[in-house]
């Protein structure tokens, strides 16, 4: 801080760099958070990815993120409902 009680420009530039990092990031979320989440190994998340049934995700260089609204999406696809059996009936 200079004199007055401010952030020096140098300070403000990466303060403000950071909080538009944070808010680019702030939709997409890490292997292990996801697993958590979902009561699966990070493992798992790799093998469905793999086999291409895991929710897409993001990677660049050894980094990779899930974006929250994919990972919705994915759940929302994968619903099911269940199978109501009637006994007795015969066709």
């Known amino acids: 801080m200079d004199d007055t ?6 300070i403000r530039l990466l303060h403000s760099h950071l909080v538009a990092t944070d808010a680019a990031l702030a939709d997409f979320i890490s292997p ?5 989440l979902l009561g699966v190994s990070e493992r798992t998340l790799q093998r469905w990815h ?3 049934r895991g929710p897409a995700r993001c990677q ?3 980094t990779i993120r899930y974006r929250l609204d994919t990972v ?3 759940l929302t696809a994968n619903e099911t409902r269940p199978v109501v ?5 015969s066709r």
């Open 60 to 62: 660049v260089g050894r």
């Open 85 to 89: 059996r009637t006994v007795g009936r």
């Open 50 to 52: 793999q086999t291409r």
């Open 72 to 74: 919705r999406a994915w």
């Open 32 to 36: 292990k958070a996801l697993a958590d």
């Open 5 to 10: 009680g401010t952030l020096s420009l140098p």
